[in-house]
């Protein structure tokens, strides 16, 4: 399983809109991979968020999916800077 982790930052006369835009990019997300994200703040700078992605099977799919509804919900005009994507692997260690 695969397990995906953005991370952006976002102004902050944006939030409310941009919240509403990701959970809306995320409620489509769930409905057509069956993976459900999470929107997280940084502790101490709430303007750093996060979107978590986690046990996503068809990675290639998922990617293509993600990409699809971030263009649909038009999120980068409240992105301040890069977006990061980060993809780990459950540990195959030990």
């Known amino acids: 399983m695969k ?3 953005i991370y952006y930052r976002v ?3 944006d939030w ?3 919240a509403t835009q990701v959970r809306g990019l995320q409620a489509r997300l769930a409905c057509r991979t069956g993976v ?3 929107l997280l703040q940084k502790d ?3 303007g750093l968020w996060m979107e978590v992605y ?3 099977g068809d990675a290639a799919g998922f990617e293509r999916l993600l990409a ?3 263009d649909e919900f038009d999120l980068a005009p409240y992105i301040d800077g890069p977006r990061r994507l980060e993809c780990f692997d459950d540990a195959a260690i030990g």
Do not use: D, K, M, S
């Open 11 to 13: 102004t902050e006369r």
């Open 3 to 5: 397990h995906y982790y």
């Open 36 to 38: 459900r994200g999470r």
């Open 54 to 56: 986690e046990g996503v």
């Open 68 to 70: 699809q509804a971030f």
């Open 44 to 46: 101490g700078e709430p």
């Open 16 to 18: 409310l809109e941009a």
